[in-house]
């Protein structure tokens, strides 16, 4: 079955990656990635999450909260919307009723069958009348009969419902060797049933219905619905007519039964009385029970057509279950299997069932088509609001099901091609919810057959040059095989990066991830999005959803914490189109700026390893683009996702700081962006400082003009809050390496600071109002106390030898509150980024060392 891309890639889009993340907060968090997948809120599609600037963000600059067991699962406590029945149960009831008629109507008829062959037949066979005789001979040969093979009946009917793979084309032995023979001589005609139509479509018709011939002659086993019980009788004896004429002949017998028995009570003439005073009232019973008997299975058969044709049941279930045009084979064999539980055990037997239960036993089925119906009913219920929940949850504590439908993403024949869709739909619905990802993860090869899925028809990119698009032409040389053509891979791409992206949020997903062999590779393989197709105004959201996805997925390993983070990093560094990929996109990719904040993103966090920012830097243009973003941008929030991929770029890299500065306006540019918004003016403070410390000597001179940006920074340390104030802090105390005491003193008076008083009792103010470390603003009592000791060892405003503000200092209390500080030190205050909850870059001196030298300095010029 042919899907068509556009339709395929929104509906999948609409499954989690159609919306955007944005939070609330008019300051942005520091240098970090939208991590909200990893907390297990992205299931849900909702609101502000982690990096979108919002109270309680997170980023690489802060450590992340550990999610809590179990996050993300979203299991619910009610079963369905409004609470509303499952609409199955209308046909289980259904079952219900009709195994009561049934099985009152079979115990009446054994009981007239006792009566009749132990009484009369045994006590009054010599004294009844002939007309009698027979009557009750043809009553117990027919009703015994049906009785006895009424379990037979069903499971005729039973077989009867199931279909071919086919489509109902091969319905007998000899109608399946006249196709075979037109399909050889004349395909188009064969497919097309002899009528006309266009060359295409009857193309089309002929290249599916060979396919579904050879998925037929591939089985093993015969096909019960299409054999034929008896050689050259052709479609009389095929076993799908045999429940038909059995289910007839039944009626029959129930009919002659009413029949013989209303004529005989209506005459009641059963010979001479005086003969047998016993044998009329026997015989009359016998008639009263096969009437009875007679007329419940045939009210039986009347609630059954009542039901089923006038009020048309089956087509009222399959509408509310939205199962589509396979919905009436699916819920007949449904109803099929709940009528035969009911009448082969209890009667509550068929009640217990339901069509999710009912899925998972077919899947398990050796048959397509019985395959075929598990996986669509239970991608229907997966993606369904109000039978999502209960289904996933039921699918997923249901270790074979998982197991088998991770066996189908590993099945690439033609003829399979649906029910591999179906299955890797319900996966990836199932890898939404935390508990049932890390059961996916958990079985063996799970991560392989995911891999699978990524299959694109054709061979690996030719040495030197970039893969080519998923879903673009292939080139004839390296293109896909002859087997593989006409087969579309672009669904099964979109969903098997979906299934990454999703498991991707379990930390231990990731590791499993990075370690699955050309893995990796074939997902970065996916990040390629040639210039044209970047371009092109016209291009639809289906041709680039691969693209997109795969850079959801990268961005996800990159920002992933501890070791597994790091090594994952390293990996994808190392792979040559990484960067070149994310280039590309940041170039021509103007059209779709969400695909550039995602590379903007991917580059974010590469950056936080050695490896990756060599490999950026080692990349030409790359820095470039991302000026240019940063100080061009009309979207502020792609300019500041631009800016923290430049500020991580500089941390503790001269040669990123190099590969920055080599723009000669780029001092200039950052200084003037501090008098912007909020967002802008925080990235371009990270950068500057990041610049002014990490730069080698050589660049001292061009760092000069950063000391014009003091009076703004002043001011903002002055009015200021939280990672503005943090950063504008940070900023002073690299700015002061290049001015003196003097300088400093002019600088205050010029950002509208009354006197030197003003400035150390606002130090003073925020070392107490940041009293513990606070997640939020990690560095802010650092750099505080890093000012402090500027300010006694380099400031000659108030004292030659900065005594002055010592005085200062003792009068507002820093002493104390120094002594109280390093009482609190900690870990988290040691470090420049954080991975999670670990600390990656240390700073070369620990604070608790630095808050002891303040003290020591204080202290020394006292003593003076």
């Not at 700026?593 to 590469?606: C, H, M, S």
């Amino acid at each position: 079955m042919k899907y068509k891309k556009s339709r395929e890639a929104t509906r999948l889009e609409s499954n989690g990656d159609g919306g955007s993340q944005k939070g609330g907060g008019d300051v942005p968090p520091s240098i970090q990635l939208d991590i909200m997948e990893h907390r297990g809120a992205a299931a849900a599609g909702g609101g502000g999450g982690l990096g979108t600037g919002g109270p309680g963000s997170a980023s690489f600059f802060e450590p992340w909260p550990e999610p809590t067991p179990g996050s993300g699962s979203g299991h619910g406590s009610s079963g369905r919307a409004g609470g509303q029945e499952p609409p199955e149960k209308r046909l289980t009831l259904f079952a219900l009723r009709l195994a009561v008629l049934e099985k009152a109507a079979s115990g009446l008829g054994k009981l007239d069958f006792v009566w009749a062959t132990v009484v009369l037949l045994g006590g009054f066979a010599s004294t009844l009348c002939i007309t009698d005789f027979w009557c009750v001979t043809v009553i117990l040969v027919g009703e015994g009969a049906r009785v006895i093979s009424r379990s037979h009946e069903l499971e005729w009917q039973h077989y009867a419902t199931q279909t071919s793979t086919a489509g109902g084309a091969l319905r007998s032995s000899s109608r399946f060797f006249r196709h075979i023979m037109r399909a050889i001589v004349d395909p188009a005609a064969a497919a097309a049933g002899g009528g006309g139509g266009r060359d295409d479509d009857a193309r089309a018709r002929a290249a599916l219905f060979q396919r579904q011939i050879v998925a037929f002659m591939r089985q093993r086993a015969w096909h019960a619905p299409d054999v034929s019980l008896l050689p050259y009788t052709g479609w009389v004896f095929v076993s799908r007519k045999i429940g038909r004429l059995l289910n007839w002949l039944q009626v029959l017998s129930a009919l002659a039964c009413v029949a013989l028995s209303v004529m005989r009570l209506w005459k009641h003439d059963f010979g001479d009385p005086d003969d047998s005073r016993n044998m009329r009232p026997a015989l009359l019973l016998f008639y009263t029970l096969a009437l009875v008997e007679a007329l419940l299975f045939l009210f039986e058969k009347a609630y059954w057509t009542w039901k089923v044709s006038v009020c048309k049941l089956l087509h009222q279930v399959s509408d509310e279950c939205e199962l589509g045009a396979y919905g009436l084979v699916s819920l007949k064999r449904f109803f099929y299997d709940a009528y035969s539980r009911c009448i082969a055990g209890s009667i509550f037997d068929g009640i217990k069932m339901d069509l999710v239960t009912f899925a998972e036993e077919l899947i398990l089925s050796d048959f397509l088509d019985e395959q075929l119906i598990a996986v669509r009913i239970l991608q229907q219920f997966a993606n369904s609001e109000r039978s999502a929940s209960d289904t996933l949850r039921k699918v997923g504590t249901t270790p074979r099901s998982i197991e088998r439908l991770v066996e189908m993403l590993n099945w690439k024949r033609p003829e399979e091609e649906e029910v591999r869709r179906c299955a890797a739909e319900i996966v990836s619905k199932l890898a939404g919810k935390r508990q049932n990802a890390l059961r996916v993860s958990g079985i063996p090869g799970a991560i392989e057959s995911v891999t699978s899925l990524l299959y694109t028809g054709r061979g690996p990119p030719v040495s030197g040059m970039h893969p080519q698009l998923p879903g673009a032409p292939a080139d004839d040389k390296h293109g896909a095989s002859p087997a593989s053509r006409g087969y579309d891979h672009l669904p099964f791409n979109l969903l098997g990066l979906l299934i990454l992206k999703r498991l991707a949020r379990d930390h231990d997903n990731c590791g499993k991830i990075g370690n699955a062999r050309g893995l990796l590779a074939k997902v970065i393989n996916f990040t390629q999005a040639s210039p044209v197709l970047l371009r092109n105004p016209h291009v639809t959201d289906s041709q680039v959803s691969a693209v997109k996805r795969a850079l959801k997925v990268v961005k996800m390993l990159v920002s992933t914490t501890g070791n597994t983070g790091k090594a994952l990093r390293e990996s994808v560094a190392e792979n040559v189109f990484t960067v070149s990929n994310l280039r590309d996109i940041l170039r021509y990719g103007q059209q779709h700026r969400e695909l550039q904040k995602l590379a903007t993103d991917v580059l974010t966090g590469l950056a936080m390893d050695d490896s990756g920012k060599e490999a950026i830097v080692a990349t030409g243009g790359v820095v470039k683009l991302l000026l240019s973003m940063f100080f061009n941008s009309q979207e502020t929030e792609l300019g500041c996702e631009a800016g923290k991929a430049l500020a991580m770029l500089a941390l503790e890299s001269e040669a990123g700081c190099a590969a920055i500065l080599k723009r000669a306006d780029v001092m200039d540019q950052l200084v003037s962006a501090l008098q912007d918004g909020d967002a802008r003016r925080l990235n371009a403070a990270r950068v500057l400082r990041n610049l002014c410390a990490y730069s080698g000597q050589q660049q001292r001179e061009r760092l000069r003009v950063v000391t014009r940006a003091l009076p703004a920074v002043l001011k903002a340390t002055m009015v200021d809050r939280d990672k503005i104030l943090e950063v504008s802090v940070g900023l002073t105390t690299v700015i002061c390496k290049f001015i003196d005491g003097e300088q400093f003193a002019a600088e205050l008076r010029g950002a509208g600071v009354a006197d030197e008083r003003a400035y150390v009792e606002r130090l003073a103010s925020i070392l107490g109002q940041y009293r513990y470390p606070e997640i939020r603003v990690p560095r802010m009592r650092r750099f505080v106390v890093q000012q402090v000791i500027w300010l006694v060892t380099n400031s000659g405003g108030r004292g030659d030898d900065g005594g002055g503000y010592v005085e200062l200092l003792t009068e507002v209390g820093m002493q104390r509150l120094l002594e109280s500080i390093a009482d609190t030190t900690s870990e988290l205050e040691c470090y420049h980024v954080f991975s999670g909850s670990v600390g990656i870059s240390k700073h070369r001196k620990s604070f608790s060392d630095i808050v002891d030298s303040a003290l020591e300095l204080i202290d020394g010029r006292r003593q003076r």
